[in-house]
């Protein structure tokens, strides 16, 4: 007895204490461990838990986040029917007053009319886990609750929800009556008009809202429990992929505690650093403690430690950038340091 | 069906009996090359980035990896609503199975293919080369020559002459003599297995050949020679640049180690003709604190924790602690264990090196490292 399920990312989420990174790119669209974006966690999670149709609903600064998603295919959802579904929110936000995913739901309404899957499962999109959804389909339809809430270990709510469509759709269409806005009103009511249980996680999971937190779980990333927590063989996490040859490691480098796109070329010393695809690293160069982004160049000599370059930053030969562990420095795509601006 | 230009028929069916048992279960064109490829992707993504969109794949020999490998041509974006690629494997007529006996009499069995496309040109590729060639510079250059076939031709090393089908042409390139690997070559310009032919031209002799119960329906051995003395204009196209036949162990390694160095001809960092392949979507590397990795290529999905030395690692291969790989190959998803040394060695696909496991060449040969290798090395394995 297969139930199906709806998946449905919330992708409108804007985190203030993110915003060197996000100033030019959806939140889910941040990359992330290499070659990722954020949003591949939730989705390969739900591709993996056998979830068929899966809407999206983004709100500003999409391009990169539908770039990288395309028609689907990278996650084997560019189906026939069913598939990836991608709603991006005709309405912007005015003054102080923010508009919730109740009402980007409810602007394409026709959508989860349409959709025939009896469950669906509403989620973040900044969560890097790597879970399967069914035990907990299953857990929620024994349990009789009308929501179920996942709440990780630690304690904290998740933001990911599980629900009856139907109920789903009830919520959308009452929105203006009862004042909900998007799913966190409906389970913190006091009211309590719903029966909300909670599912507890106890795998690898973080929220990813800072760039503090953002820097600290990258670097995470490099002891190898949490690594093989994340990366399993039978539940991939899958990107958009790439036609970069694999990394070289040129005569003379250095390389220690790291994790390594596709298409680098590495001349100097990196240590406990995520290196991204097509990053040139120069002779003499040293990385330490860093996230560089896809297609950084960092020239000889150059000097970063505890640094995040954004995507495509040029720095020139011999610059040195320091930042700390607490507060990395970040510096914004497409720029370029240079060694007379550093002086 | 939409009319094209030309088309390319890709000969995919060989065994590469010299390689071993690296092609007891795939055809040579599937072998894996480079940290990532498979030979055919070479040629395959040569097609695309020469604007070539219509390609027929002959397959014969092992077909069932580079069958599923190949798909609809996604990888190298030739899955096309007007052509794209189309596996043509040896089929059966009402009377017999026809295999194919010869590279001619492979595209002679598929002219039925080719004349859907109604091709002025037909562009004839092996699967075995590893190298970047423009495919259309070569059209063009057939057309500027008014000439029937073009053959294009590379420089060889004087003593491997003999292994290839050497030409001698005139001032202005015109091929007057052609020796399917002669034992005394007359001199080192050898044909690279890439004929573009005027499809009039292709049709009229496929068929003059099929009929001659002597040929051995090869196109180097009985249609080129048949074309010569019917003085019909062959021109050389020459090239340079990387090719190379990877026929044996030895060479596979030796195309792998050319990647290493730092002038190598053959550049995969190339956006503007970027190799693709069917990517296998694995997370970045990990290089642990402990390891130590010089001069190598690595891809995606490998756990680096012991020393790598001028080598080539395939997606997904981990390295233990303590080991040691040096000037070696090793295939993808293979395990090697910690303490061990591999040296002058190719690691075939999916081969777990129990630990401690000592592997290495004292002479010039290079090691094949099978699952039934190891279980000769530990019989209790």
Same mark, same amino acid.
């Given at each position: 007895?297969? #139930?199906?399920?709806?998946?449905?990312?919330?992708?409108?989420?804007?985190?203030?204490?993110?915003?060197?990174?996000?100033?030019?790119?959806? /939140?889910?669209?941040?990359?992330?461990?290499?070659?990722? #974006?954020?949003?591949?966690?939730?989705?390969?999670?739900?591709?993996?838990?056998?979830?068929?149709?899966?809407?999206?609903?983004?709100?500003?600064?999409? #391009?990169? /986040?539908?770039?990288?998603?395309?028609?689907?295919?990278?996650?084997?959802?560019?189906?026939?029917?069913?598939?990836?579904? =991608?709603?991006?929110?005709?309405?912007?936000?005015?003054?102080?007053?923010?508009?919730?995913?109740?009402?980007?739901?409810?602007?394409? +309404?026709?959508?989860?009319?349409?959709?025939?899957?009896?469950?669906?499962?509403?989620?973040?999109?900044?969560?890097?886990?790597?879970?399967?959804?069914?035990?907990?389909?299953?857990?929620?339809?024994?349990?009789?609750?009308? +929501?179920?809430?996942?709440?990780?270990?630690?304690?904290?709510?998740?933001?990911?929800?599980? +629900?009856?469509?139907?109920?789903?759709?009830?919520?959308?269409?009452?929105?203006?009556?009862?004042?909900?806005?998007?799913?966190?009103?409906?389970?913190?009511?006091?009211?309590? /008009?719903?029966?909300?249980?909670?599912?507890?996680?106890?795998?690898?999971?973080?929220?990813?809202?800072?760039?503090?937190?953002?820097?600290?779980?990258?670097?995470?990333?490099?002891?190898?429990?949490?690594?093989?927590?994340?990366?399993?063989?039978?539940?991939?996490?899958?990107?958009?992929?790439?036609?970069?040859?694999?990394?070289?490691?040129?005569?003379?480098?250095?390389?220690?505690?790291?994790?390594?796109?596709?298409?680098?070329?590495?001349?100097?010393?990196?240590?406990?650093?995520?290196?991204?695809?097509?990053?040139?690293?120069?002779?003499?160069?040293? +990385?330490?403690?860093?996230?560089?982004?896809?297609?950084?160049?960092?020239?000889?000599?150059?000097?970063?430690?505890?640094?995040?370059?954004?995507?495509?930053?040029?720095?020139?030969?011999?610059?040195?950038? =320091?930042?700390?562990?607490?507060?990395?420095?970040?510096?914004?795509?497409?720029?370029?340091?240079?060694?007379?601006?550093?002086? | 069906?939409?009319?094209?230009?030309?088309?390319?028929?890709?000969?995919?069916?060989?065994?590469?009996?010299?390689?071993?048992?690296?092609?007891?279960?795939?055809?040579?064109?599937?072998?894996?090359?480079?940290?990532?490829?498979?030979?055919?992707?070479?040629?395959?993504?040569?097609?695309?980035?020469?604007?070539? !969109?219509?390609?027929?794949?002959?397959?014969?020999?092992?077909?069932?990896?580079?069958?599923?490998?190949?798909?609809?041509?996604?990888?190298?974006?030739?899955?096309?609503?007007?052509?794209?690629?189309?596996?043509?494997?040896?089929?059966?007529?009402?009377?017999?199975?026809?295999?194919?006996?010869?590279?001619?009499?492979?595209?002679?069995?598929?002219?039925?293919?080719?004349?859907?496309?109604?091709?002025?040109?037909?562009?004839?590729?092996?699967?075995?080369?590893?190298?970047?060639?423009?495919?259309?510079?070569?059209?063009?250059?057939?057309?500027?020559?008014?000439?029937?076939?073009?053959?294009?031709?590379?420089?060889?090393?004087?003593?491997?002459?003999?292994?290839?089908?050497?030409?001698?042409?005139?001032?202005?390139?015109?091929?007057?003599?052609?020796?399917?690997?002669?034992?005394?070559?007359?001199?080192?310009?050898?044909?690279?297995?890439?004929?573009?032919?005027?499809?009039?031209?292709?049709?009229?002799?496929?068929?003059?050949?099929?009929?001659?119960?002597?040929?051995?329906?090869?196109?180097?051995?009985?249609?080129?020679?048949?074309?010569?003395?019917?003085?019909?204009?062959?021109?050389?196209?020459?090239?340079?640049?990387?090719?190379?036949?990877?026929?044996?162990?030895?060479?596979?390694?030796?195309?792998?180690? !050319?990647?290493?160095?730092?002038?190598?001809?053959?550049?995969?960092?190339?956006?503007?003709?970027?190799?693709?392949?069917?990517?296998?979507?694995?997370?970045?590397?990990?290089?642990?604190?402990?390891?130590?990795?010089?001069?190598?290529?690595?891809?995606?999905?490998?756990?680096?924790?012991?020393?790598?030395?001028?080598?080539?690692?395939?997606?997904?291969?981990?390295?233990?602690?303590?080991?040691?790989?040096?000037?070696?190959?090793?295939?993808?998803?293979?395990?090697?264990?910690?303490?061990?040394?591999?040296?002058?060695?190719?690691?075939?696909?999916?081969?777990?090196?129990?630990?401690?496991?000592?592997?290495?060449?004292?002479?010039?040969?290079?090691?094949?490292?099978?699952?039934?290798?190891?279980?000769?090395?530990?019989?209790?394995?």
């Amino acid at each position: 007895m297969k #139930r199906n399920l709806l998946g449905v990312i919330d992708a409108t989420t804007y985190h203030d204490d993110l915003e060197d990174l996000i100033t030019h790119r959806s /939140l889910a669209a941040l990359p992330f461990a290499g070659r990722y #974006r954020i949003i591949d966690f939730v989705l390969s999670n739900m591709v993996n838990s056998g979830i068929r149709s899966v809407a999206i609903f983004p709100k500003m600064q999409y #391009r990169s /986040l539908m770039d990288h998603l395309g028609s689907g295919k990278n996650w084997d959802l560019n189906r026939k029917s069913d598939g990836l579904f =991608f709603f991006p929110s005709p309405i912007i936000d005015n003054d102080g007053h923010k508009i919730g995913s109740f009402e980007n739901f409810g602007e394409n +309404i026709d959508f989860f009319y349409r959709s025939t899957q009896e469950y669906a499962i509403i989620s973040n999109c900044y969560t890097v886990f790597n879970m399967n959804f069914r035990p907990i389909l299953d857990w929620h339809s024994r349990s009789g609750c009308d +929501i179920t809430e996942i709440h990780h270990k630690d304690g904290g709510s998740m933001e990911m929800y599980l +629900i009856k469509t139907s109920l789903l759709i009830k919520l959308i269409e009452t929105r203006n009556e009862t004042g909900y806005t998007c799913m966190k009103d409906v389970v913190n009511d006091l009211q309590d /008009l719903y029966s909300v249980c909670h599912y507890g996680y106890d795998g690898y999971a973080v929220m990813i809202d800072s760039i503090a937190n953002y820097f600290s779980t990258s670097m995470n990333l490099l002891k190898l429990d949490v690594w093989k927590e994340l990366f399993l063989k039978d539940q991939p996490i899958f990107t958009k992929v790439k036609d970069e040859p694999p990394t070289k490691y040129v005569k003379g480098s250095d390389v220690k505690n790291a994790m390594i796109a596709n298409g680098c070329i590495i001349n100097g010393t990196v240590e406990n650093s995520i290196i991204s695809r097509g990053v040139k690293i120069g002779k003499g160069a040293v +990385i330490k403690n860093c996230i560089i982004m896809q297609k950084c160049q960092i020239e000889e000599n150059c000097y970063l430690d505890s640094v995040i370059l954004d995507k495509d930053v040029k720095v020139e030969a011999g610059v040195q950038l =320091f930042g700390t562990a607490q507060s990395p420095l970040v510096i914004r795509k497409g720029t370029k340091q240079g060694a007379l601006m550093n002086s | 069906m939409a009319k094209k230009k030309c088309v390319a028929m890709l000969l995919a069916g060989g065994k590469g009996s010299r390689l071993n048992s690296l092609t007891k279960d795939l055809a040579k064109p599937a072998v894996p090359f480079g940290g990532k490829y498979r030979i055919i992707d070479f040629p395959l993504s040569n097609c695309a980035n020469s604007n070539i !969109d219509t390609v027929g794949v002959l397959t014969q020999y092992q077909p069932l990896l580079l069958n599923s490998y190949i798909g609809i041509g996604s990888a190298w974006d030739l899955d096309r609503k007007d052509g794209g690629v189309t596996v043509l494997p040896p089929y059966a007529e009402s009377s017999e199975v026809k295999w194919y006996t010869g590279t001619a009499s492979a595209i002679y069995q598929n002219l039925n293919y080719l004349k859907q496309y109604q091709p002025e040109y037909v562009l004839i590729l092996s699967g075995d080369h590893i190298y970047k060639m423009n495919y259309e510079s070569m059209l063009e250059y057939h057309i500027e020559k008014r000439a029937d076939v073009t053959i294009s031709l590379i420089e060889v090393p004087w003593n491997e002459a003999s292994r290839f089908g050497i030409m001698d042409t005139d001032e202005d390139l015109r091929i007057v003599d052609f020796d399917e690997k002669p034992a005394n070559p007359k001199n080192n310009l050898a044909s690279m297995g890439i004929y573009i032919f005027s499809w009039n031209i292709l049709k009229e002799y496929l068929e003059m050949d099929e009929r001659n119960p002597d040929s051995s329906h090869d196109f180097g051995k009985d249609v080129i020679p048949m074309l010569l003395e019917e003085n019909k204009k062959l021109f050389a196209y020459p090239f340079k640049g990387y090719w190379k036949d990877v026929g044996t162990v030895k060479s596979l390694w030796e195309a792998n180690m !050319d990647l290493l160095s730092e002038d190598c001809d053959l550049d995969l960092f190339d956006h503007d003709w970027r190799i693709y392949s069917v990517n296998p979507n694995q997370p970045p590397q990990y290089i642990s604190t402990d390891a130590i990795v010089n001069e190598s290529l690595i891809n995606e999905g490998c756990t680096i924790e012991g020393e790598v030395d001028k080598s080539v690692l395939f997606q997904g291969v981990t390295v233990g602690k303590g080991t040691i790989i040096k000037e070696s190959v090793i295939m993808p998803d293979a395990s090697i264990g910690s303490n061990c040394l591999i040296e002058k060695a190719i690691v075939q696909e999916d081969v777990k090196v129990p630990d401690g496991t000592v592997i290495r060449s004292f002479d010039d040969e290079i090691i094949l490292v099978t699952n039934e290798m190891l279980s000769g090395l530990y019989p209790a394995f």
